[in-house]
């Protein structure tokens, strides 16, 4: 299995426009985890999904940030419009819940830049 | 409410010496723990995890971590430190979910820096 895989790895944009960050689950797994990294904040989880379904999205910052799962494997993180303290880097992680919970296995993380 | 604090935002150990990051936390619930790390520029890693069996969890690459209720203590070890374990390590507490997963929060985390 390819693991997680997000994209695009680097982004550089300008602030106010739309920023799509993209990621792709491990074949099989059914919850999805959204992060930010910063040097301020550390790890924040911004919102989850299970079965396509968004469990908690407390940690979303503001309106201006919204995820989605199209399907069963994919999901897209996007912020229109972008500022730049949206600058950070973002993983999606993927899990198989159930009975027994696992472990939630991370992507490589897109780096955003946000001039 | 759940938080862990990771007591050393920066730890330096020669090679072959031991390793010991220190982690507390804090659960209303019987927490589960985890240990994950993070190379430069890459995604996190699962190092080990804590879910009320043993107290004395081994991990991948020699690491192994000791659950102590009564310090309400999770802290990361290691024998001999190698080169390759320059990173950065994070202790993160679980709240399970209704729906069999878990929710993490994580610690500021640790830069562990090898000196040759």
């Known amino acids: 299995d390819a693991g997680v895989i997000q994209s695009p790895r680097h982004e550089v944009t300008e602030m106010g426009q739309e920023v799509t960050l993209r990621c792709k689950l491990i074949s099989g797994h059914n919850s999805l985890f959204w992060y930010r990294q910063t040097m301020m904040r550390g790890l924040e989880l911004l919102i989850y999904f299970n079965n396509n379904v968004p469990i908690d999205d407390s940690g979303m910052p503001e309106d201006r940030f919204s995820a989605k799962m199209p399907n069963a494997s994919f999901s897209t993180l996007k912020i229109q419009p972008s500022e730049p303290r949206d600058s950070a880097v973002y993983f999606c992680a993927s899990s198989l819940a159930g009975p027994i919970s696992t472990e939630q296995f991370f992507g490589p993380g897109t780096r955003l830049t946000v001039l | 409410a759940q938080s862990v604090t990771q007591l050393d935002s920066h730890v330096s150990v020669s090679e072959g010496t031991p390793v010991l990051l220190r982690c507390n936390y804090s659960s209303s619930y019987s927490p589960s723990l985890f240990w994950y790390v993070q190379h430069p520029n890459k995604g996190l890693q699962l190092l080990l995890k804590y879910t009320s069996a043993a107290t004395l969890v081994k991990g991948i690459n020699g690491f192994e971590a000791e659950f102590k209720k009564s310090e309400t203590s999770f802290h990361l070890t290691k024998p001999s430190a190698h080169m390759s374990d320059a990173a950065e390590y994070f202790c993160?507490?679980?709240?399970?979910?209704?729906?069999?997963?878990?929710?993490?929060?994580f610690g500021t985390g640790t830069r562990l820096t090898i000196i040759p």
């Open positions: 993160v507490v679980s709240l399970p979910s209704n729906f069999g997963n878990e929710k993490l929060t």
